[in-house]
C-alpha cells in the first residue's frame, strides 16, 4: 500500500516536472509558416524556450507560454539570411574599414536580416580588428567571406597579387571556423586568374565555398571560370548583372550558366549600386534561369539607390513573377546552406530561434532599376518583427508590448527570457524584518 502511494507521489512529481519543462518563453500564433528546410507552408503556431525553436504545431495552448503574440494574417518565417553585405566600416575611404561599409545593426533587424556574411571587405591582415570592432559586437549574427587578398577589399590594393598569399589567409579562415565561412575574390582586373587559383586553394585546405566578383578583365570567360575552377558550392555573385561580364550573350542567358547550376555552381544576386539589370533578369526568368540566392550587395552606395534593403529585393523578385514561398527559400534556408551554417534559415525544434514576421502589403509599388527604369508590382513585404536567438530585436508596430496608459509608473519593458530591446530591470530584494 505503502509502496504504491509512493509511486503515485513520484508519478506526480514527473508530471509536475514535465509541465515546467514544456513551458515556453514566447510563442506566436496563426501566423502562415514557411520553412522550406522542413517543408511547411501553412497556419501553424512557433514556440520558443531557451532561445531555440521548442515546438511548431497547429494549435499550442497559449497557457504553456510566458508569452504569447497573435501573428495572424502575417508570415513566420526562419530569420532572413542575406551573404553579401560589406559591413567594415571604419576612418578610411573603402569597403575594408572604410566609409563605403555600415555598421549592420542599422540596417539589418528592421529588414528582418538576423545573419549576415561580409563579403571580403576584410583580409587576413585585418581580419582580427574587424571582428573585435563589428562581429564580436553587433547584435545581428555577422560571419564573413575572407578576402584573398591579405588587406581585403582596400581599392588598388585588390590588384596586388603579391599579397594574395595562400598559407596565412588559410590559416586566418581555419582559426576562426564557423566565423570565417568562404573566401573571397572580386574587383580583379588583370588577365591572369591568379586570384582565383589562389582562393581556391584556401577554399580546398579550409573546405569552406569562394565567391568571387568577376572583375573587369574581359579576356576570361565564366565559362573557363566555372569549368576549370571553381567546385560545386562555389559561389558567382552578381548573377544578374548586366551582361558585360558574360551572363547575357546576344540577348539569351551564356549556356554555360546551365552546365554550371547542374555541376552545382551557386549562383547568388547580390545587388548592389549597379550589379542588378531588369533586362538580364527578365531574360533569365524567361529562359529558366534562377539564383539560389537573393542577397543585397548592402554598402553606402546601394543602400539608398535602387537596392534598399534585402526586402526590396525579395519583393523585387516577387514584382518579376517568383512566388513567395520561392523567394523565401532564397533568402533564408538556401544561403544558409550554401555558407554551411544549416542551423540557421529553418523553424526546426532544436534550431537557434532566429524569426521573421513579415506582412505582405497589397497594392500599386514600384521597384527601381540601378541603370533607370521602374518594374510595377502589386505585392512588398514589410517586417513586422524580428527576433534572434529567442529575443525580439525588433517589433514594428509593438505587437508585443502593452498600451501605456494600462502600465504602473514605474514598469518598464517585458521580461529577460523573450525581450531584447529594453527587457525589465530585475528589482532589488525587500527587506524583511
Not at 300 to 314: E, H, Q, R, Y
Not at 336 to 354: C, F, M, W
Not at 355 to 368: D, I, N, P, Q, Y
Request: net charge neutral; glycine share 12%.
Amino acid at each position: 500500500m505503502l509502496r504504491r502511494a509512493g509511486m503515485g507521489l513520484l508519478a506526480l512529481a514527473l508530471a509536475a516536472r514535465g509541465d515546467a519543462q514544456t513551458g515556453y518563453d514566447f510563442l506566436l500564433e496563426g501566423g502562415h509558416v514557411i520553412d522550406p528546410r522542413n517543408g511547411i507552408s501553412a497556419v501553424r503556431d512557433v514556440a520558443i524556450k531557451d532561445g531555440k525553436i521548442a515546438a511548431v504545431a497547429p494549435d499550442i495552448p497559449a497557457s504553456e507560454a510566458l508569452k504569447r503574440v497573435d501573428a495572424s494574417g502575417l508570415y513566420v518565417t526562419p530569420g532572413l539570411v542575406d551573404i553579401h553585405v560589406h559591413a567594415y566600416p571604419g576612418e578610411g575611404t573603402t569597403y575594408s574599414r572604410g566609409f563605403r561599409s555600415v555598421y549592420p545593426d542599422g540596417f539589418t533587424v528592421r529588414s528582418c536580416v538576423t545573419t549576415v556574411a561580409d563579403a571580403g571587405s576584410s583580409g587576413w591582415r585585418n581580419f582580427d580588428d574587424f571582428k573585435s570592432r563589428i562581429i564580436d559586437q553587433s547584435k545581428t549574427r555577422v560571419v564573413a567571406f575572407l578576402n584573398i587578398v591579405g588587406a581585403g577589399m582596400a581599392g588598388d590594393a585588390e590588384q596586388n597579387v603579391a599579397d594574395m598569399e595562400v598559407e596565412p589567409t588559410a590559416d586566418t579562415a581555419m582559426k576562426h571556423k564557423g566565423v570565417i565561412v568562404g573566401i573571397k575574390s572580386a574587383h580583379f582586373s588583370g588577365p591572369d586568374w591568379t586570384p582565383y587559383e589562389r582562393a581556391e586553394e584556401v577554399g580546398r585546405l579550409a573546405d569552406i565555398p569562394v565567391m568571387v566578383d568577376f572583375g573587369s578583365a574581359r579576356v576570361r570567360t565564366i565559362a573557363e571560370l566555372f569549368t576549370k575552377h571553381f567546385r560545386p558550392g562555389d559561389i558567382y555573385t552578381h548573377a544578374y548583372a548586366g551582361g558585360g561580364r558574360g551572363e547575357i550573350i546576344d540577348g539569351k542567358v551564356n549556356p554555360a550558366i546551365f552546365v554550371a547550376q547542374k555541376k552545382g555552381i551557386i549562383f547568388d544576386i547580390g545587388h548592389g549600386g549597379s550589379s542588378f539589370t531588369f533586362r538580364t533578369a527578365a531574360q533569365a526568368f524567361k529562359e529558366g534561369y534562377y539564383p539560389d540566392s537573393l542577397s543585397t550587395d548592402l554598402h553606402i552606395g546601394s543602400m539608398n539607390a535602387a537596392m534598399k534593403d534585402m526586402l526590396n529585393v525579395m519583393s523585387k523578385f516577387l514584382a518579376l513573377g517568383m512566388s513567395l514561398d520561392d523567394v523565401i527559400v532564397r533568402s533564408t534556408w538556401n544561403p544558409a546552406r550554401e555558407i554551411k551554417l544549416e542551423q540557421l534559415g529553418n523553424l526546426a525544434v532544436g534550431s537557434p530561434a532566429d524569426v521573421a514576421v513579415l506582412r505582405l502589403e497589397k497594392g500599386t509599388f514600384g521597384f527601381v532599376g540601378p541603370r533607370g527604369g521602374r518594374l510595377d508590382g502589386t505585392e512588398r513585404l514589410g517586417c513586422e518583427m524580428t527576433l534572434r536567438d529567442g529575443k525580439v530585436v525588433y517589433d514594428l508596430n509593438g505587437m508585443t508590448r502593452e498600451r501605456w496608459d494600462t502600465m504602473a509608473p514605474d514598469e518598464r519593458g517585458g521580461d529577460p527570457r523573450w525581450d531584447g530591446i529594453s527587457p525589465a530591470r530585475p528589482r532589488p530584494p525587500t527587506s524583511s524584518r
